[in-house]
């Protein structure tokens, strides 16, 4: 076991991830008696400890229906502020001064890329780099390239064993669950193959637009905001194999192993669109082709996959908020049993839902009442928040584990190096997006490439 963090650092602590995400986060580890040390907010801000208090309170507050306030001043005592210029060589003195104690420190980037190149200087300059570590989020660049450029940046203050990049997907009790669900279930890996899945599709769906970031969005795109680093994680858990033992490292070490074995995107089976008002919207570029849905075929070139199509989508003002990853296998080898009269015939589907009211859906097929000897579908449904109750938030457990030292849930430089790979050929593509309504399910050409999608339960 890893030494646990002594003190936590949040650089941009005026920013939204820190009041969205990580003070709700930081609330929770203490309310578990998993946080009690020194909380040092960064930023260029005046803010002083008690404004930095009351934002947090304000935060908290939002995130929870109810705040403990026992829970609350124990979490306001840690709390403290300083406010200085990423360039400024004393912003460091004064945070080194402060975690003259701390023997191991750990630090987010809560922060725009651009400026992680000056902080790791920064904390390098005054010894911090060597006892901390450091946590970064996406975006990891903007493609292969700035991809490793940001790890030399971070590698040139960060040992490797000190670096910690989010992807919040691998945080998410529901995506973890895939995995779960894969290896420790005996009844359905004989049939994780080729032979049995027709096709797997992953939907990531959002029912609101750029919620007033669009100026930010313009500049990312869908491919680059979640099929690069979210879809592609769903996927691995679903197509990987079974690592060679429970540790990290074999775990991370199959994780890249699938990757690797992805084909580059083609442009040929891409749809990407826009949809309609997007280009009114405050700083947008008026001919920007930034696609705001995009829709492709991967393929996984290994004897397990051979064939197997997996069909992504994922895009903004769709009809509703899911994420969802749909199996559907084959159908029996022979048609013994037709489909009820009328219906076309079904496949057996496994719906892992990955959001909102997680859970999994089985359908199969049953009798149909009557004298007729036909089948029609019904679902074995589970709700995982009613089966198993309240499950941790991401941000919680990645704090906790970075705290920990402990790097399962983290992604590795070359699982992001192998995404940038993945989606390259679709990067900024010169083809016209094609526009599609809000409220709907992304442009027609994107309906013909899955030939027939499942849609999400919403
Ligand atoms: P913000 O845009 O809210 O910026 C965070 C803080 O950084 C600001 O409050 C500001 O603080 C400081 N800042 C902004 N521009 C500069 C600059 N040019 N130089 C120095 N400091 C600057 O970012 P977010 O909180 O949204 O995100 C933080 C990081 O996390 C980013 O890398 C982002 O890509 C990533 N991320 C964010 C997510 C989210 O949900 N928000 C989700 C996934 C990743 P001040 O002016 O007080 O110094």
């Known amino acids: 076991?890893?030494?646990?963090?002594?003190?936590?650092?949040?650089?941009?602590?005026?920013?939204?991830?820190?009041?969205?995400?990580?003070?709700?986060?930081?609330?929770?580890?203490?309310?578990?008696?998993?946080?009690?040390?020194?909380?040092?907010?960064?930023?260029?801000?005046p803010w002083d400890d008690q404004q930095l208090v009351t934002m947090a309170r304000k935060s908290v507050t939002e995130a929870n229906d109810e705040i403990d306030d026992e829970t609350f001043d124990r979490l306001a005592d840690n709390l403290s502020m300083i406010s200085g210029n990423y360039a400024d060589p004393a912003t460091y003195e004064r945070l080194a001064e402060r975690l003259r104690d701390a023997e191991r420190p750990v630090f987010y980037l809560a922060i725009p890329p651009a400026v992680f190149g000056s902080v790791v200087e920064g904390l390098a300059a005054v010894g911090l780099a060597d006892r901390g570590r450091v946590i970064v989020e996406k975006p990891f660049g903007r493609d292969l390239e700035s991809s490793r450029e940001l790890d030399r940046t971070l590698g040139a203050a960060f040992a490797p064993e000190r670096v910690f990049r989010i992807d919040h997907y691998l945080g998410k009790e529901a995506v973890e669950g895939l995995y779960a669900f894969r290896f420790a279930n005996r009844l359905f890996e004989p049939l994780w193959n080729n032979e049995h899945i027709d096709n797997i599709q992953v939907t990531l769906a959002e029912g609101f637009g750029t919620q007033g970031r669009a100026g930010f969005y313009d500049t990312v795109g869908a491919t680059r905001d979640v099929l690069q680093n979210h879809i592609l994680q769903v996927v691995a858990l679903i197509a990987m194999e079974a690592p060679a033992s429970e540790d990290t490292v074999a775990f991370r070490e199959a994780e890249a192993a699938v990757l690797r074995q992805i084909a580059p995107l083609s442009p040929q089976s891409t749809v990407r669109g826009q949809y309609a008002g997007y280009r009114d919207e405050p700083g947008v570029a008026p001919d920007s082709n930034t696609e705001t849905f995009v829709a492709t075929r991967l393929t996984v070139d290994s004897p397990r996959w051979a064939g197997v199509p997996f069909y992504l989508r994922t895009g903004k003002s769709l009809p509703g908020t899911?994420?969802?990853?749909?199996?559907?296998?084959?159908?029996?080898?022979?048609?013994?049993?037709?489909?009820?009269?009328?219906?076309?015939?079904?496949?057996?589907?496994?719906?892992?839902?990955?959001?909102?009211?997680?859970?999994?859906?089985?359908?199969?097929?049953?009798?149909?009442?009557?004298?007729?000897?036909?089948?029609?579908?019904?679902?074995?449904?589970?709700?995982?928040?009613?089966?198993?109750?309240?499950?941790?938030?991401?941000?919680?457990?990645?704090?906790?584990d970075a705290m920990d030292g402990q790097h399962l849930r983290f992604a590795r430089a070359?699982?992001?190096?192998?995404?940038?790979?993945?989606?390259?050929?679709?990067?900024?593509?010169?083809?016209?997006?094609?526009?599609?309504?809000?409220?709907?399910?992304?442009?027609?050409?994107?309906?013909?490439?899955?030939?027939?999608?499942h849609v999400p339960d919403l």
């Open 1 to 45: 076991m890893h030494m646990r963090s002594d003190a936590v650092v949040l650089f941009g602590v005026t920013g939204d991830l820190v009041s969205k995400k990580l003070f709700p986060a930081l609330y929770e580890l203490t309310r578990r008696d998993r946080l009690d040390v020194p909380v040092i907010g960064v930023a260029r801000s």
């Open 322 to 400: 899911a994420t969802e990853v749909v199996v559907e296998f084959k159908q029996p080898q022979r048609s013994l049993i037709p489909a009820e009269r009328g219906t076309a015939t079904a496949a057996n589907l496994l719906r892992f839902r990955l959001g909102r009211g997680d859970g999994i859906t089985m359908s199969i097929q049953a009798k149909s009442p009557g004298a007729e000897v036909a089948s029609r579908p019904v679902d074995l449904s589970v709700d995982f928040g009613a089966a198993l109750g309240r499950r941790q938030e991401a941000y919680e457990r990645l704090l906790d």
């Open 414 to 453: 070359e699982t992001i190096e192998q995404e940038w790979r993945i989606v390259e050929p679709i990067l900024d593509l010169p083809t016209p997006v094609r526009s599609y309504e809000k409220g709907s399910w992304g442009p027609a050409d994107a309906d013909a490439l899955a030939g027939g999608w």
